[in-house]
């Protein structure tokens, strides 16, 4: 079964540091595109980092210096090391693949940052 499922959320304070993982399984994930999405209380889903096809990175403004994405192909995984979070920066986080023509999306893992 092809799935990816993220862990490291939690609660944490404002200034403070996550470490979110995705897992991917089923299939070798190298060379596809894979992305951290979040999705804030009354928000849309949108794009935080990206592994492009060609391997390159790209940030929404609003992470970019705080936040780094990587992935080890050898373990089909996928991190995003998040610091100096900000309250706004709360939501679910969720790990995507395009594989071909399929949308794969995880289950979210939930950040919460707050006092």
């Known amino acids: 079964q092809v799935q990816l499922v993220e862990s490291g959320g939690g609660l944490v304070q404002p200034g403070g540091s996550l470490r979110l993982s995705c897992a991917a399984s089923g299939r070798d994930f190298s060379g596809y595109r894979m992305a951290w999405y979040r999705q804030a209380p009354g928000n849309e889903r949108g794009l935080v980092a990206e592994?492009?096809?060609?391997?390159?990175?790209n940030y929404a403004d609003s992470v970019k210096g705080r936040f780094t994405i990587s992935r080890d192909n050898a373990k089909n995984t996928m991190s995003l090391q998040m610091n100096i979070l900000k309250p706004e920066d709360t939501g679910v986080y969720y790990c995507y693949a395009r594989l071909g023509a399929v949308d794969l999306w995880g289950k979210g893992t939930l950040v919460t940052v707050s006092s």
């Open positions: 592994f492009t096809r060609d391997r390159n990175t």
